[in-house]
């Protein structure tokens, strides 16, 4: 529960900092935005992907091999990351979502948020994509990671009750809750630039404005520059959990059933 705690305070504190700040300098340049705040902010997110590692080892909860497995996981998924970056695909679709909902879902919460931080930061020194933005990006990819367990008492219950395949009713759920992290990705990713950007007033932070004035806000600027990437992203996150999710489910709990190891936080 602490490290669960860490995860996501450090990074919620990341994320609404700026909107605490007496004065910001905002400005129309987004590769510059945050650049000083984000080497320690990526030094922050490696080193609890450390921690939890290291507290995971010291609880027997993995052991080499589980190591060595979440390091291939991340290659491979980096290395799809490669591949969009190469053949750019529809708006925001990206196929790393995916594996890092899989991974999670079926190893826990722990190793989610590790497959998610850790795609995008080594997928970010493979493609050119560090910047002042990776650190959020870590975060948010750790949260969809961190939070896909979430879905098995549902999807157990329901197992129970409507005396279905089980499988189904995971893909089902699965792609629900890949659609919504299509969308909820996009739009906290934005709060990690929008208070410095500087445009028009009634699309873009200024600080002393009031929470209801805010949302407003926010709420015209994610519609008018991010939904329609977002909702491609989403749409790509259902078609490939539909189609790839029972065999890699599959494949996933094969390694699991061989190495012997199970997460208490599903």
Known sequence: MVLYI??????I???????????????????QIR???????????????VFIIFYEIQTQAVNTRI?????????????????????????????VFFLIIMVGYVYGSYFGFLMGALTLFVSALITGGVGPWLPGQMFTAGWVGMSSPLIKPIVHYLAK?????????????????????GLLYGAIMNLWAWPFISGPSNQYWTPGISFGNTLLRYSAYYLITSLAWDLCRSAGNVLLISLLGAPVIKTLRRFQDRFSFSYQCE
């Not at 860490?6 to 990074?11: E, F, H, S």
């Not at 900092?17 to 400005?27: G, N, V």
């Not at 190591?67 to 799809?80: E, Q």
């Not at 409507?162 to 919504?180: D, P, Q, R, V, Y």
């Open 35 to 49: 650049s000083n705040d984000a080497p320690w902010m990526v030094t922050l997110a490696l080193s609890l992907c």
């Open 13 to 31: 504190f990341a994320f609404l900092q700026p909107f605490f700040l007496p004065d910001i300098k905002q400005s129309y340049a987004y590769t």
């Open 6 to 11: 860490l995860c996501t305070g450090l990074g």
């Open 161 to 181: 009750i409507l005396k279905k395949n089980e499988m189904k009713i995971e893909i089902f759920f699965l792609a629900i809750f890949g659609a919504i992290w």
């Open 67 to 95: 190591i060595a497995l979440m390091g291939m996981l991340v290659a491979i998924n980096s290395s799809l990351r490669f591949l969009e970056v190469a053949i750019p695909g529809p708006g925001g679709f990206s196929p």
